[in-house]
């Protein structure tokens, strides 16, 4: 964590966080600004505060916000990109977009794009896991 840096307002790490403690060996930990959570080293969804001149970069004259920053690629990753708001894309990673989190955020559509970021990045035996939970809810 950086020493002056705003934290995100705990109830909406604690949203995100279920979505993501639910995942297979997902763990937990303070980054260095925010919360984030890793499948083994990889890091496929972080809560933080976009402030300063990181705010000015990804989105001019949007002002301070909290953000999860998660991973996607394909279609997703050009339609999220094209969107605009909430969505808003770094430039310091390719298959890294963020979602401003507010009173308007779409929770379930943040569990999706948490899921597919950890599909993304975990082990295929992991994200296999995925696929049987989703066929055991599936009353089909």
Known sequence: MVKGRPEPPLDLVERVG?????????????AWTGVRWRVRTRTFAHVHVLAGHWAERWSPGLGERTVVTFRSCGDELLALEAHGLPF?????????VAMVLDDETDWAEVAELVNESYRLLAP?????????????ADPS
Request: negative net charge.
């Open 124 to 136: 295929r035996k992991l994200a296999r896991l995925l696929d049987g939970a989703a066929d055991d």
């Open 88 to 96: 808003l894309k770094p430039d310091w990673a390719p298959t890294v």
């Open 18 to 30: 279920t979505l993501a403690r639910a995942l297979p060996e997902a763990d937990e930990e303070e």
